[in-house]
Each structure stands twice: as structure tokens, then as C-alpha cells.
């Protein structure tokens, strides 16, 4: 199931409502150009979602290169201007992003034979700033969930995109070893009083709760600290932040 909403003018998201999770991507209106923030499960979610641009001319974001969102780029009835991420992004597509891709096509045949691996054209480092014609984005690496993360803020709105260096109830620890980094740049933004509204790929989209969440949980994961839920977790979450426990452990015994 797919839905589209509007947050506020020019600011759409769509979101891919599969069984096992929940995954957005967005669309970001300037007046002259566009940008497609990750393009989620398959060609069907862009085709769905391109019409919320009109005719302007657009960008693409990778916000990381984890297959939910990345896999839709070839659904676009137009080509992008470019294809931006971090540099990191685009080595991962002679990492792990085609094995992935295997493996999902292994798992359940038939499902998955019309995806087209596009990886970007245009990458940077530390960050890049694109101008849209009245707003700004600007896209800032933030290693943590994975090495490739970027985040995106939109100064004009106090809007901050998170992909999933932001997610609630449980962020995905991949590397314990990004850890103090990811919750120190975190941290920047979460003191930043601009920030309004975060974004998360996967999890809340109501003003900040995103962001503070994942800063909290953060610090009490490497603290050691308990963490308590508002809700049950379900199964993912769950297995998620079992595993969290346990990277945050081998990180503490590493250092012994
Ligand atoms: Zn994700």
C-alpha cells in the first residue's frame, strides 16, 4: 500500500506500507527545481510519486544505499538532473548493494526481477548545498546507521531529513564502532533550537520526536543505561534492539 501526504507546502511524502515495515521517501519544491529524497522498494513507488514534482526539473537523493531506498530510480517517466549521495553510497554498489539484491530475488522469486540498480553520479564528502529556487538543501554526512548516511536540512523551514540516521522506536545499530560518532553529530542537531520537524525514514514524523528519540536511546545504549518504550515493541523492533544490546556490548568489551 502507498500514501501520499502533504506536511506543509512543497514538502510531500510518500509512504510504502509493506507488512514487515513502513518506508518514505520525499519530495522537496523549490521554484525552480526539485529533489526526491531515496526512492524506496521499486519502479512502481517513483511512478507513484513523480507526479507530486509536475514539470520541474528534479534531483535524486540517496539517503543511504540500503535496497529500501534505492531500488525505485528507474520508475521516473524523466530522467533526474543527477543522482547525489555520499561517497560512500556509491561504493557500496560494488559492495553489497547487488548481493543484496540477489538474495531478496533467492528469497522470493519472481518478486523482485524488474529492479535496476542505478547508482548515483554525483557524490561528495563531508557536504554539499543544493540551491532549488527559494529554499535550500543542504546534505551533511552522518555515519552511524551505516558509513553512507547523509542527513538533509532545509534551513528556510527548519525541516531536517533523517533517512534512518534518525528512527523510532529503535534506530538499527549496523557498526558499534560508528556509534559515539553517530550520537555526537546527532547531538549537534538535537541542540540546533532551528530544527522543527525531522524527518525519519522508517518511524515518527511529528515535529522533532525523531530526532530527540534517537538521541536519547542512543545515549542510554552506549551508556549502558535501561531503555524503556512508550509502546510494546513489535517483532522487528524487538529483534532490533536485541541486537543493538549486543553490538553495544562487544563495542564496551573491545575496548577493555
Ligand atoms: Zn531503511
Redesign the pocket.
Given at each position: 500500500m502507498r500514501r501520499i501526504l502533504e506536511l506543509q507546502p512543497n514538502l510531500h511524502v510518500l509512504e510504502v506500507i509493506r507488512p514487515e515495515f513502513t518506508?518514505r521517501s520525499v519530495a522537496v519544491l523549490g521554484e525552480r527545481h526539485a529533489v526526491l529524497w531515496d526512492t524506496l522498494t521499486g519502479a512502481a513507488d517513483m511512478a507513484a510519486f513523480q507526479p507530486v514534482i509536475g514539470a520541474k526539473p528534479f534531483h535524486v537523493v540517496y539517503s543511504h544505499a540500503?535496497w529500501?531506498?534505492i531500488w525505485g530510480t528507474n520508475g521516473f517517466s524523466r530522467p533526474p538532473l543527477d543522482i547525489i549521495a555520499h561517497r560512500a553510497c556509491l561504493r557500496r554498489f560494488d559492495q553489497d548493494v547487488a548481493g543484496t539484491l540477489r538474495e531478496m530475488q533467492l528469497a522470493e522469486p519472481g518478486e523482485w526481477d524488474d529492479i535496476e540498480l542505478i547508482p548515483p553520479n554525483l557524490v561528495f564528502s563531508s557536504c554539499m548545498s543544493l540551491d532549488l529556487g527559494g529554499i535550500t538543501l543542504e546534505l551533511h554526512h552522518l555515519p552511524g546507521h551505516s558509513a553512507d548516511c547523509i542527513v538533509g536540512w532545509i534551513p528556510q523551514w527548519g525541516v531536517l531529513l533523517g533517512g534512518?540516521a534518525i528512527e523510532t522506536p529503535v534506530p538499527v545499530v549496523n557498526d558499534p564502532a560508528l556509534l559515539a560518532d553517530w550520537l555526537g553529530s546527532l547531538e549537534s542537531w538535537a541542540n540546533n533550537s532551528d530544527v522543527k520537524r525531522a524527518i525519519s525514514?522508517?518511524g515518527s514524523i511529528e515535529g522533532r520526536e525523531s530526532l530527540d528519540s534517537t538521541v536519547d536511546y542512543l545515549r542510554r545504549l552506549i551508556a549502558g543505561d535501561d531503555i524503556e518504550f512508550e509502546s510494546e515493541l513489535d517483532d522487528f523492533y524487538r529483534g532490533a534492539h536485541q541486537k543493538n544490546l549486543e553490538l553495544a556490548r562487544s563495542r564496551d568489551q573491545g575496548h577493555d
Open positions: 518506508v540500503d529500501d531506498h534512518d525514514a522508517h
